[in-house]
């Protein structure tokens, strides 16, 4: 039987944790262990985590501060055990259904790839459901270089053998937390894998996706308050702008011979010459046909420096 380590970072997840921890206990035909990383919360969380430690020695916890849920996530990624022969990241507030784990890995067996990722059946608070998050059918970016614009894949869903996390926590591999404080764990993930092999999205739904007001990433493609809210942190905050230039640029840092195969995010990494701009905007009909941003927009990002 597969052993496989579920990573989950919680903060303030009290109110659907225990749902959560019970499905992944109730995983069948592999061997699942919890590792959870609490990111500083400041409700009950640590309470039910002592619970389910203290009755299941497959839980294993530890409360930590709060350096934000991409940074929560690597880190936990890097101090998990070596000996788990799949890992898997999870969320603290979804229901995975039973066989989640054995298809990922099922699915990742015949097809050689690096990274696992699935759809999503959208639920609200109650666990009602709302139908997938992607249609069948539906054009799932897959790229590097579309996962830059625009990441289609879900942390929650990603499955992988340890081929990957050894390339994930090695030293010269890692990202800044300056990065992951820009852009969240299941991007760099993606484009990693993407850039290194091959991503295996499965368009079956294994996971009941909660959706409600606390969200950090929610399944809404067009969330105008959200949107709203993530313009006004970048005006705030001038660590999270440029968020793809910066992501381009230690994508090519990290994996610097497998990113060669990409000439675009070599291009985007140099948003901050003048030539760099140039031949961004060059190719900004390409760029934009995976945000939907309109060409005086994007024009305005590029020369003002916020690419």
């Known amino acids: 039987m597969k052993t496989v380590a579920v990573l989950m970072s919680t903060y303030n997840g ?9 499905s992944i206990l109730a995983q069948a035909g592999v061997a699942a262990s919890l590792f959870v ?19 299941d020695a497959r839980v294993h ?16 990624l890097y101090s998990a055990p070596e000996a788990f022969d799949y890992y898997a990241f999870s969320d603290q507030d979804d229901i995975w259904l039973p066989e989640k784990l054995s298809e990922a890995i099922e699915t990742l067996e ?13 639920v609200d608070k109650d666990g009602n459901s709302l139908g997938l998050r992607y249609a ?6 897959l790229s590097p270089v579309q996962i830059m614009e625009r990441n289609m894949i879900s942390g929650c869903t990603m499955v992988f ?33 993407a850039t290194c092999g091959k991503i295996e999205y499965d368009g079956r739904a294994f996971i009941q996706y909660r959706q409600h007001e606390n969200n950090v990433v929610g399944a809404n ?18 660590e999270l702008r440029n968020g793809r230039s910066k992501f381009a640029t230690e994508i090519c840092e990290k994996f610097p ?20 701009k140039r031949q961004i905007l060059k190719n900004g009909k390409e760029l934009r046909l995976y945000t939907g941003e309109g060409r005086l927009a994007f024009f305005l990002k590029v020369i003002l420096g916020w690419f």
């Open 257 to 276: 011979e497998q990113a060669k195969g990409y000439p675009l995010l070599g291009i985007c990494a140099n948003a901050r010459t003048c030539r760099g």
């Open 14 to 22: 009290e109110k659907y944790l225990r749902e959560q921890i019970d």
């Open 110 to 122: 015949e097809s050689g790839a690096l990274l696992y990722a699935s759809n999503q059946e959208c």
């Open 221 to 238: 493609e067009h969330d105008r308050k959200r949107e709203a809210k993530e313009r006004k942190k970048k005006l705030k905050n001038k």
């Open 136 to 141: 069948e059918g539906r054009e799932i970016f």
């Open 61 to 76: 916890y530890e409360m930590c501060e709060n350096v934000g849920v991409g940074n929560s996530f690597m880190n936990l």
């Open 161 to 193: 053998g340890k081929n990957f996390r050894d390339i994930l926590t090695s030293e010269d591999h890692r990202p800044t937390e300056g990065l992951l404080r820009n852009r969240i764990h299941d991007v760099w993930l993606a484009a990693a894998a």
């Open 37 to 55: 990383r609490d990111d500083g919360s400041s409700d009950d969380t640590e309470q039910i985590l002592a619970e389910y430690a203290e009755k």
